[in-house]
Every structure is written in structure tokens, then in C-alpha cells.
């Protein structure tokens, strides 16, 4: 590390995120380094997604062993070391367990727990000093410059740091929630939906999130079953015959199942370089070409790998290609897709071959996520408004018992899904729960009441001014990110659609705001001057998604933290992404 008269750095959440930090930081320690880790829980390495906050018994992985980043020991090494009465608990016979299977989102979160307990061993026989803050939230983190240091402000003080490392994961904003009866603005701890519901209940969303809220709602209202055939099915319980779910979304689709990966690790070779990054601006004025990422990352290696696909879309550019998976999945019922989607996922694991079209849709999420901070702000609303909502609808790899379940209410009559399009509208009721006004797809204006409403959209990327650590705002120390318009008329043009926030720079230029702080490629605050921060550093996806606009999970927590070490030694590592 480099020398400091106070080379002690912070690591704020004690989550994936922030284990994948503390490796990096271990691996490439120097004498003299002194590491505090704050976690708001009392789980290192288990975060939001692997703890009670955010699953139950019921909710699994969407990923299996031989894709996530190493860590110190494998999921198959591991999973030989736990008590029998936990995997019996699971069903999970270790000898006939292998790196191909998910796990229960809670065990696979004993796993992370378990491997940040063998780094913190690493530590002490490296002599680097731990100290770990649990049950602490950091209420602010205010960055001090004459002093070459930062502060991190907790209910029991003030501690100070060469650097600071942000890893905080998800926030769950509570709008109506605790105000409303029978509204949750997410699903999340699940112990709070763990309800009986002899009625209707309305889901807004159909991504994983809405899954989870799902299976926690079937878990307590009915059962599931596999008949004589083996096939799953589901029964309510006694006590609520008229329990059923509606989700409610927007486009109609619901998320596509997992497959197996022919590289378990999404690419990360396929990465543009800096140097493919730096050409590229050099011929558009300065910005990074979607097109051109379109095509590097993606047809290039359906062209390669899948010939026969490949046909299909040579011709077609983005916006083509989008429009042609979406037309094909909006034409046929959900749940019929569903089912032909399970089939297909099922053949796949079995016969260990990708679909490889979907896996390359995996590939160019993850590879657009680093440089995108380098697009046009008209690029940026090309992603959103076409790319990302197949993204996420293809790569949320729903895992094949959610499938099941969902397909199993679907049969029973117990789960169904509207389409309610971009002008619907969930408000509070007067006697608790939620009324869903929206138009269908006849035209016909609908208006319900449901006692039980939960919003299942997923994490939100939060606004600048929403960031909780609010020194970092008031003190100019980040900015708001932007990206800038390459037609300065498109700009001025949306400079009042209330739905784009668009501001006029002092340069006369104009820019799209997206959401959270800038940062640079190795993860550091910039002020509004553009300048870099060398203390504070930021990975927590919520607080720069505007720059990261995708959720690559553990494979993000690997590449990030990987950034960041070189930014902090000075070294050039091996690219991890």
C-alpha cells in the first residue's frame, strides 16, 4: 500500500461487496495496514440478498458454484464441511453434491459468511489488524481534504481513515409502508409477508424480486406437492380457499429461466480493453458507441459461436434485434413460454450446452457496465429505454424450482398476470391495501382493490440527492452523474420533459442526469470539477447506477474491488473483469 501516517482504510457493509473488498485488501497488503469493516447486521459476508433480510428458507440462488468469482475455498469444498442436521434441512446430500447446483439463497450465505471467517484468518497471520463494527450503521461519511483523511460517522462516534470504501448494497425506501395497512414497498425481510391471505393479493413487477415475493406468499397459504408423474403441484390450504396472486406489469413478459453457462463467468475476457475503449472515442468525439459495443459484444460472438442465430440478426441492429426477441416473447402467453423456456433451460443443464444467445445477452450487460459512463447521453436513452428492459427480463435466470412453483400456481388458478402498461397507477385504499388503476389491452379502463399490495420492482437506483451520506452532497465532495447530449439540440429539446431530467451546462452544453454519484473507472468519487477523490470509493450499485447500470452481482463485486485495489497500490492486476 502506499505509506500514510493513518493507513487504516474502512470498508462500509459487511456484504459480498464488501468481502470481495476485504480479499483484495488482504491479498495485497503491506505492513502497517489496519482494516474496520461496518456491518448494520450481524452477518459478515451474507448481505441483503443471503441473510434473513432478504430470503427464507424457500428462496434459492440464481447462480450454482462454478460461477461465482474464487474466493478461498469452493462451494463444493465448502458444502463438505457442513453439519448434516443444515443439510438435511436442505436435502442436500454432499456426495452427490457438485459445482453445477444452486443453493438455498440462506446456506449459500453460511458459504460467504464461512469464507470472509477463513480471510479474517488470512489476517491475523499477515498481521494485518480487523476490527469489525457489528449492528453499526454509518449515518455519514464526510470527506476531509486538508487532512488527507475521512470521516465515518456511526451512533457511537467519529472514527477517521485514509480511505473509505463504500459497499452498503441495497436500500429499501419505505414510502406508504408501516403508514398503509396491507401495502409493502418491497418484499424484503420476507418474514413480514409470511401472511394469510384468503384473498387476492396484488404483486407489481414480474422480475426476481416479484418471485421471492411469490414463493413466500404460496409457502404460507398452501403447499406444494409432486404427483404420481413427478410434476409439482400446488394446493391452498384450508384456511385460505381464496388465495390467489396478480402480477402486474408492464410489458407482460415474465423473466426467462436459467441455462447452463459455457462460461461460467460471463465473459469477463470479453471485456472491451482500454485501449478497444479509447479508439473507439477517438472516431465518435469523445464518446463510447453503444452500436459499437452492440456488436463487439455481443453478434461477434454469435457470429462465432452460433452460426445458425446469427443469421437471424446479422442485419438487425439494436433496436431490430430487441424488437424481434421482444415481439417473439409478447406474442405468446407467459406462462406457456414459461413452460417451453423450462424444457428448454432443463435440456440445456442436462446436456451442459448454453442457449447461447441468451448467454451472450448475459456477456454485453456485463460488458457495457464499466464503460458506460463513456456513452452519449442519447445512447444512454437508447439502454434504457430498448436494451435494459430485455436484459432484464432475459438474464434474471430464474432458477428451475421457482419455475416449478410459479407454474404450479399458474395451473391451480392461484397465480395470473396482467399487463398494465406505462400510465398505470397503485395508489393507497382508505381500508388498507392498494387500488391498481390501469387500461388493458381492450382498451378498457380497469380499477381494483387489493388488500394485500407488495411493489416487487426491484432495487432502485437512487438520485443524487437521495444518497444517504448526506456530507458527500452538501460538502461538493461527489456529484450528480451525467452524460453529455452529442447533439446539443436533442438536449435543449428535452430540457423540460419532466420523465428525462435534462440541465443546461455552463459549458452551453446539455446532459442527461442519471442516477447516483460520478465515479471513475476505478470506482473514485468526482467532484463536480471532474477531479478525482483518492480517499473515497464507491461500489454500492444504488449509489452509482447511473454509471452501472446493471446488477452483475458477485462477478461485479469481484471486478469492482479489483479496480479499486489497483487504484489504492498503484499495481496493475490481473483484470478480473
Not at 298 to 323: C, S
Not at 483 to 503: H, Q, T, Y
Request: charged share 25%.
Amino acid at each position: 500500500m502506499k505509506t500514510h501516517q493513518n493507513n487504516t482504510i474502512a470498508i462500509i457493509g459487511g456484504g459480498p461487496g464488501g468481502l470481495f473488498m476485504y480479499k483484495q485488501l488482504i491479498e495485497n497488503a503491506t505492513p502497517g495496514l489496519e482494516v474496520h469493516i461496518y456491518e448494520k447486521n450481524d452477518c459478515l459476508g451474507c448481505g441483503m440478498p443471503y441473510s434473513h433480510d432478504g430470503a427464507a428458507d424457500e428462496h434459492i440462488t440464481n447462480v450454482s458454484g462454478n460461477e461465482i468469482p474464487e474466493l478461498v475455498t469452493t462451494v463444493q469444498e465448502w458444502i463438505k464441511t457442513v453439519p448434516k442436521d443444515t443439510l438435511d434441512k436442505y436435502n442436500i446430500d454432499p456426495g452427490k453434491f457438485n459445482e453445477y447446483k444452486v443453493l438455498p439463497r440462506l446456506l449459500f450465505g453460511q458459504y460467504l459468511n464461512a469464507q470472509f471467517k477463513l480471510l479474517l484468518k488470512q489476517a491475523r497471520q499477515q498481521n494485518v489488524n480487523t476490527q469489525i463494527y457489528y449492528n453499526t450503521l454509518v449515518h455519514d461519511v464526510i470527506d476531509a481534504p486538508d487532512k488527507n483523511e475521512v470521516v465515518v460517522v456511526t451512533d457511537t462516534g467519529e472514527k477517521h481513515y485514509s480511505r473509505v470504501v463504500i459497499c452498503s448494497g441495497h436500500v429499501w425506501a419505505k414510502k406508504y409502508e408501516d403508514k398503509v395497512p396491507g401495502w409493502f414497498d418491497s418484499p424484503y425481510p420476507p418474514q413480514k409477508i409470511a401472511l394469510h391471505a384468503d384473498h387476492t393479493v396484488a404483486i407489481r413487477g414480474a422480475s426476481l424480486t416479484a418471485i421471492d415475493a411469490i414463493r413466500t406468499l404460496a409457502r404460507h397459504n398452501g403447499r406444494f406437492e409432486k404427483d404420481e408423474k413427478g410434476i409439482l403441484k400446488f394446493y391452498a390450504n384450508e384456511e385460505s380457499p381464496n388465495f390467489s396472486i396478480v402480477m402486474h406489469t408492464r410489458n407482460g413478459l415474465l423473466p426467462a429461466v436459467r441455462f447452463h453457462l459455457e462460461d461460467s463467468h460471463l465473459g469477463k475476457d470479453t471485456v472491451l480493453s482500454d485501449e478497444e475503449v479509447s479508439a473507439n472515442r477517438k472516431e465518435n468525439d469523445g464518446f463510447l458507441s453503444l452500436d459499437y459495443v452492440f456488436e463487439q459484444n455481443f453478434k461477434t460472438h454469435i457470429r462465432k459461436n452460433d452460426p445458425e442465430f446469427y443469421k437471424k440478426i446479422a442485419q438487425l441492429n439494436m433496436e431490430g434485434f430487441v424488437d424481434m426477441v421482444m415481439t417473439y416473447r409478447e406474442n405468446q402467453d407467459p406462462f406457456d413460454l414459461l413452460k417451453k423456456e423450462y424444457v428448454e433451460a432443463r435440456e440445456s443443464i442436462i446436456r451442459h450446452e448454453s442457449v447461447y444467445w441468451k448467454e451472450m445477452l448475459a456477456v454485453l450487460s456485463f460488458a457495457m457496465n464499466y464503460p458506460a459512463k463513456y456513452f452519449s447521453a442519447e445512447d444512454m436513452l437508447r439502454l434504457q429505454k430498448t436494451l435494459m428492459p430485455l436484459i432484464s427480463v432475459v438474464i434474471a435466470f430464474v432458477p428451475q424450482s421457482s419455475a416449478e412453483a410459479l407454474m404450479a400456481l399458474h395451473d391451480a388458478g392461484r397465480l395470473t398476470m396482467v399487463t398494465v402498461g406505462e400510465d398505470s397507477e397503485v395508489t393507497p385504499h382508505k381500508d388498507g391495501g392498494a387500488v391498481y388503476k390501469y387500461t388493458d389491452e381492450k382498451g378498457q379502463e380497469q380499477e381494483h382493490h387489493y388488500p394485500l399490495f407488495v411493489d416487487c420492482i426491484g432495487q432502485p437506483h437512487l438520485a443524487f440527492n437521495d444518497i444517504p451520506y448526506k456530507s458527500l452532497i452538501n460538502d461538493n465532495t461527489a456529484s450528480a452523474a451525467t452524460l453529455r447530449f452529442r447533439d446539443a439540440a436533442v438536449g435543449r429539446k428535452l430540457l423540460n420533459d419532466a420523465e428525462k431530467p435534462v440541465i443546461k451546462g455552463s459549458d452551453e452544453d446539455y446532459y442527461l442526469v442519471v442516477p447516483g454519484m460520478a465515479v471513475n473507472d476505478h470506482f473514485q468519487l468526482l467532484d463536480k470539477f471532474n477531479a478525482l477523490n483518492d480517499r473515497i470509493y464507491v461500489m454500492a450499485v444504488p449509489l452509482i447506477g447511473g454509471y452501472n447500470p446493471d446488477y452483475s452481482g458477485l462477478d461485479f463485486c469481484e471486478a469492482a474491488s479489483v479496480a479499486i485495489i489497483e487504484a489504492i497500490t498503484g499495481n496493475q492486476l490481473a483484470k478480473a473483469c
